[in-house]
Structures are given as structure tokens and as C-alpha cells.
């Protein structure tokens, strides 16, 4: 089943605690993505990467750290997660020269 | 810069009323447009499409059609169903460059009640 999977789904943490989110697709998508989804704000982009090896900032990147290390995967990092950082966030992955996104089924972060 | 602005939430039907949210656009050059819902608990999922003017995308009943002139894509649906409550998104498509960025509306709440 084509797929993109977060892991974990829910997490709390305290502020300054590093932390990964991982993100995996199985479609061989080039281009994937990490979007914060916050009330009364819709969806923002915070890092992209159109293959392996080649990441972007988005529009909110600040306090965040993106890898593309294999096709597959595009962890998100916190190196420091401050408590302005809970939110519920979003992986996603399209194929090149196609506008469609697929999205992940989200990880919802609270930092104490 | 892009922007999508949708109506506001929430939004309560009964079963079998007709669907209307509306979704308008600011953005360069010939975005493509879209609308994404997500269900409790669930990721976003594409629900249609258009990709330019006067296009209608269509899927499970709901419809949407691409007008340039009043840069609107408003989603409609002629009888919905509980299992349509979630929330609606409407979103645009950058083609400018190789990111592709989507940029979202706020989104509505949908409930649908028997």
C-alpha cells in the first residue's frame, strides 16, 4: 500500500530536549516535505527537499533541522523544542513534475 | 505573496442538505488548485483538483470549478452525509520554481448530523 508513515504519532517533551520525527514514504517520491498545522492558521511549510541530499527552507524553519540521507526517509529534528513549537505536524511526499501531495497521517507534539 | 481564504467555520447540516464552502485566491502566475480534507484523527487527503481555468474536479460527489475570473474554487456537494463531517481545505499550488509549496486556507469544520 503506497504510504507515507510518522512516527510516533504523539509525543510530549520538555523544553530543550532534542527530538526526531521520522517520516517515510514508499512511493519513490523525490520531493517530500514538513508542514506545522496550528488552530486558525491552516497548514505552513517548514523544510523541503527535492531529492536526496538537496533541502530548502520553507516558510516557518526557524528552530527546526531537516536530513536526506536515502529517497525514503526526511526526519525533522528539534534540536532545542520550545514550548511555541507544539503543534500537530504533517509529512508529505509528491512525485516530480506532479502538483499532488500525500500526506502523512501527522505528529502531534506537546513541549512542556 | 499566495494566500487562500475559505470560509469560516464550522459549518452544521443535516444529512442530505446541500454543500457550499467557499474558497477565493490571491497568487501569482496560474496556481493549481486543490482541496484536501481530513478526517478525525487522520492525515490530509486530496479530494480534487483543477489544474486551470474553468476546470472542475470532481470525486465522492463533491465538485469544485476553477474560475479565473473571480479567482474562486469553491466546494460543493449536492447531498452530504454524516460520513462526510472533517475538516475542508482549500489549497494553491506554486509552480513557480521547483518547491511546488502549498498554501492552505484555515479550513472548515464540517458536521453532519442524521
Known amino acids: 500500500e503506497a504510504q507515507v508513515t510518522q512516527n510516533p504519532r504523539y509525543l510530549i517533551t520538555v523544553t530543550g530536549k532534542k527530538l526526531t520525527v521520522t517520516c517515510s514514504q514508499n512511493?519513490?517520491?523525490?520531493?517530500m516535505s514538513w508542514y506545522r498545522q496550528d488552530p486558525g492558521l491552516g497548514l505552513r511549510q517548514i523544510y523541503y527537499s527535492m531529492n536526496v541530499e538537496v533541502t530548502d527552507k520553507g516558510d516557518v524553519p526557524e528552530g527546526y533541522k531537516v536530513s536526506r540521507k536515502e529517497k525514503r526517509n526526511f526526519p525533522l529534528i528539534l534540536e532545542s523544542p520550545s514550548p511555541n513549537q507544539t503543534s500537530l505536524y504533517f509529512c508529505a511526499s509528491r512525485r516530480g513534475g506532479q502538483e499532488a501531495q500525500y500526506f502523512g497521517p501527522g505528529t502531534r507534539l506537546l513541549v512542556l | 505573496g499566495n494566500s487562500v481564504t475559505q470560509m469560516e467555520g464550522p459549518v452544521t447540516l443535516s444529512e442530505e442538505a446541500f454543500l457550499t464552502i467557499n474558497c477565493t485566491y490571491t497568487?501569482?502566475?496560474?496556481?493549481?488548485l486543490f482541496w484536501y480534507v481530513q478526517y478525525p484523527g487522520e492525515g490530509l487527503q486530496l479530494l480534487l483538483k483543477?489544474?486551470?481555468?474553468?476546470d472542475k474536479g470532481s470525486n465522492k460527489g463533491f465538485e469544485a470549478t476553477y474560475r479565473k475570473e473571480t479567482t474562486s474554487f469553491h466546494l460543493e456537494k449536492g447531498s452530504v452525509q454524516v460520513s462526510d463531517s472533517a475538516v475542508y481545505f482549500c489549497a494553491l499550488s506554486d509552480r513557480g520554481g521547483s518547491n511546488y509549496k502549498l498554501t492552505f486556507g484555515k479550513g472548515t469544520l464540517l458536521t453532519v448530523n442524521p
Open positions: 497568487a501569482t502566475g496560474y496556481p493549481s
Open positions: 483543477a489544474t486551470k481555468a474553468d
Open positions: 512511493m519513490n517520491h523525490e520531493y
